[in-house]
């Protein structure tokens, strides 16, 4: 089997965590995985990208054009990212922009949701957003945004493993907060699937 | 990565692991019992992992002040027969060259491996110097992996090979495999005889006469590594269908992109992928050369394996046989490679027709783009200290001589505070004489503990004894954050240094402040600023990235509540550049996703519009 697929968002939103589930459910469903992370610098506040690949290969970044999938904590960097995407492929973002104090400070403002959208449509791509942290939140777990965009991901079928394979990872991986995280990804399926 | 033991029925299934997890599982079953290392992007989870070990008992590893210390610990154990390891990255086999060019000539007794990670495209560094080349002047042969399962493997082999020649080997890495994650299979862990430490002064004392000595016998020595290259097996060969017209040469993470490319494009190739670098098994080249009309070089950077196989083409007048390498532009001395630049210059240089390429962007879609370059953290004690600072330097002409470290950051605005970095522990040293130089100019060097434990320390006293007119600023979090909170001296995990009580030994006037205290500081800062002499600030407060941790798992997370009836857009607040912080027309914005509740922002507003409250 051959899968690609992309992470993205913004440092501390904890992109790598779900890219490690992925990693090893992989690993333990009998795959063959590569993935390739970001690390150094600040660990908060800047771009992040993981790349995500299954399947007879060594390179451990996605090349561009090939991935199935862009899962994004940020709008802006689902689109920041979007040419590693196959054309129509899937992609699942939040809907929570974050403007950097860099560029704030260079008197720029964020851009209209609506044109992000748009122009993540004419790639062309399956485009999914999810009010990732309206729903963490609502769940009074704000930090587990990237729980609910795994959720949506998994509910979508737009991963290499079945909604239930994630979710007992997910489970085993933090026991402590397994009942919160567990709530925020059936919320994530729940808002991409009825 | 943590690295989760899974067992079914007894079998360990294979664990996802960091390449250089998986490099530093390779070096302690291979059987290294000693390891010492200063940390550094992309290299540090290999000391990591190896520090992990050893607080399990199972070797003696432990962080150095720097890469020079860690390599002559490493060294000073392998030459009393304990098989050790020394990992940097690659600015910071710089700090370690004059160890590591005198450890070729003695050899070691242990094994003694260099791990090594350079960084093509600077991911996290200032330069991307390609480290192979060292090999050429050193004499120190070099494995390079490509795959997670090969860093295991080959570091496990890397040992070995010390072992058996008696010379440290550079065991090299680029980021894209230090920070792959992939799966390995472990294999026991190599029992080695022990050995005794003997007094040996002829070898391990290198004065000119020893020296001539050693030098001789290295040369032999790697003429003998030479010719037991060809046999070595330390290769890998592909052949793409089964009469290949085509060689590709390219080891690393390059083959990888080799690899891909050649099956993408239908290239009828056969791939040769030298694990053992250096020395190359030019015999087994030249068979495979002389076979071919053409071959392909692929590597990032230097032309490193192609000027050998040009060499051996020209020694072995291959006059028919086509070079195809940097200069023809399959690949570029710069920055990193990608798979589907390397297949449009492959088509390019082949002549290949109909190959798409990777379709762009449209202009439109990157118009709605906005930079998000890193930054320092919400709540970094950093942010505090540059705001202080530049609030009090504001009238003067201050020359900011920066570090590296996460305080490097400054160079963003809204801080500008870094005119000059080149190197670890830099920023003292070009203070230093831009304070002699500039009188009109108020120099000021900025360095972190970790850095100033690093390479800080000698500039310092030099400025001193040169009664420079500088001032020094130690942004002391307690630990090396930029790498991920490793342990320096004046760490908290363990008995302290005082850097206080060492400037001030050296004789530098010194303070010592709480940067959370704006007006304190920016006070001390001002009224120490036209001072002569060298005055030191150390500017003290804990990284937050480890006290976050710590709240998170408690469950004692805050953020700051904005009320915004008080709130009139001042700007005071988010100007500090906080990155929770957004301003709108009307109020302030709290983005609780990276708030952390650090309570500045609350100090600084003047009209008690922003409260602490719990996070939920």
């Known amino acids: 089997m051959r899968y690609d697929a992309i992470l993205a968002g913004v440092g501390g939103q904890g992109t790598l965590s779900v890219g490690h589930i992925l990693v090893q459910s992989a690993v333990e469903e009998g795959h063959q995985v590569i993935a390739s992370e970001t690390h150094g610098m600040s660990q908060r506040g800047g771009s992040v990208i993981f790349h995500y690949r299954l399947g007879e290969i060594s390179a451990s970044l996605v090349p561009k054009g090939q991935s199935e999938l862009i899962l994004s904590g940020e709008p802006m960097e689902a689109l920041r990212f979007l040419d590693f995407l196959k054309p129509n492929g899937t992609v699942v973002t939040s809907d929570h922009g974050m403007l950097s104090p860099v560029a704030a400070q260079g008197g720029a403002t964020y851009p209209a949701l609506d044109e992000v959208w748009k122009a993540i449509k004419e790639w062309p791509a399956k485009l999914y957003v999810v009010s990732a942290n309206k729903i963490a939140s609502e769940l009074g777990a704000p930090l587990a945004g990237n729980m609910v965009l795994l959720g949506a991901a998994a509910g979508l079928e737009a991963l290499p493993m079945k909604y239930e394979v994630i979710r007992s990872f997910v489970e085993k991986r933090w026991p402590k907060f397994a009942e919160i995280n567990l709530r925020a990804l059936d919320a994530g399926k729940k808002a991409v699937t009825e | ?616």
Request: hydrophobic content about 40%.
């Open chain 2, 1 to 616: 990565m943590e690295s989760p033991s899974t067992k079914t029925e007894g079998k360990p299934s294979p664990m996802a692991v960091l390449g250089n997890h998986a490099v530093a599982y390779g070096l302690l079953d291979g059987g290294t019992d000693f390891a010492s290392s200063y940390p550094g992007t992309p290299a540090t989870e290999v000391m990591e992992q190896l520090v992990v070990f050893g607080k399990k008992g199972l070797m003696c590893a432990d962080w150095a002040t720097n890469e020079a210390i860690g390599l002559l610990e490493a060294g000073g154990a392998a030459i009393s027969g304990v098989n050790s390891v020394s990992v940097c990255k690659h600015v910071g086999l710089n700090v370690a060259m004059d160890p590591l060019m005198t450890l070729t000539m003695t050899g070691v007794r242990g094994s003694l491996v260099l791990v090594v990670a350079d960084d093509p495209a600077m991911h996290s560094s200032q330069n991307e110097q390609d480290n192979r080349i060292i090999s050429l002047i050193s004499g120190m042969p070099v494995f390079e992996p490509a795959t997670i399962q090969e860093c295991y493997d080959l570091a496990r082999e890397a040992v070995a090979y010390s072992r058996k020649y008696e010379m440290p080997v550079m065991f090299r890495l680029v980021t894209r495999v230090s920070h792959a994650v992939g799966a390995i299979e472990r294999k026991p862990r190599a029992e080695w005889e022990k050995l005794e430490l003997v007094h040996d002064a002829k070898r391990f004392v290198v004065v000119p006469g020893n020296a001539r000595v050693n030098h001789h016998k290295m040369l032999d020595l790697y003429a003998k590594m030479s010719a037991d290259a060809e046999t070595s097996q330390y290769w890998r060969e592909i052949d793409l269908v089964p009469d290949p017209e085509m060689l590709i040469i390219s080891a690393g993470s390059s083959s990888n992109y080799a690899h891909e490319a050649a099956i993408a494009l239908g290239l009828k190739a056969k791939l040769f992928i030298p694990q053992l670098i250096s020395p190359l098994p030019l015999e087994k080249l030249h068979s495979l050369l002389k076979s071919f009309k053409k071959v392909l070089i692929v590597e990032e950077l230097e032309p490193f394996l192609e000027r050998q196989v040009r060499e051996i083409a020209q020694r072995q007048k291959l006059h028919d046989l086509v070079v195809i390498g940097k200069e023809e532009g399959l690949t570029s001395r710069e920055g990193e490679m990608l798979t589907e630049v390397l297949m449009a210059n492959m088509a390019t240089v082949l002549g290949l027709k109909d190959v798409p390429a990777a379709k762009k962007l449209p202009q439109s879609s990157l118009d709605l783009l906005r930079a998000r370059p890193p930054l320092l953290c919400p709540g970094c004690p950093h942010r505090e200290t540059y705001v202080a600072l530049t609030q009090a330097l504001r009238r003067k002409e201050p020359v900011y001589c920066n570090d590296i470290g996460c305080y490097s950051l400054g160079v963003l605005p809204p801080h500008n505070t870094a005119d000059i970095i080149l190197c670890m522990g830099s920023s003292i040293g070009t203070a230093t004489s831009i304070g002699k130089l500039h009188p009109d100019k108020t120099a000021v060097a900025l360095i972190g503990d970790s850095t100033f434990w690093h390479y800080g320390l000698p500039g310092l006293a030099n400025a001193v004894w040169h009664n420079a007119k500088i001032l020094v600023v130690v942004l002391d979090n307690y630990t090396t954050a930029m790498t991920g909170d490793q342990p320096n001296p004046s760490s908290r995990q363990r008995p302290v240094l005082s850097i206080e009580k060492v400037c001030e030994a050296v004789g530098a006037k010194t303070v010592v402040l709480d940067p959370f205290d704006l007006k304190a500081t920016r006070k001390v800062f001002k009224d120490l600023a036209d001072e002569e002499g060298v005055k030191v600030v150390i500017s003290r407060s804990g990284c937050i990235i480890p006290i976050y941790r710590k709240e998170k798992a408690a469950g004692e997370l805050t953020t700051i509540e904005v009320d915004e009836e008080l709130c009139n857009a001042c700007g005071i607040c988010a100007d500090t550049g906080c990155p929770a912080l957004l301003m709108t027309e009307k109020v302030v914005i709290v983005d609780k996703s990276l708030c952390v509740g650090c309570n500045y922002c609350v100090d600084l507003c003047t009209r008690g519009a922003l409260k602490e409250v719990p996070l939920q």
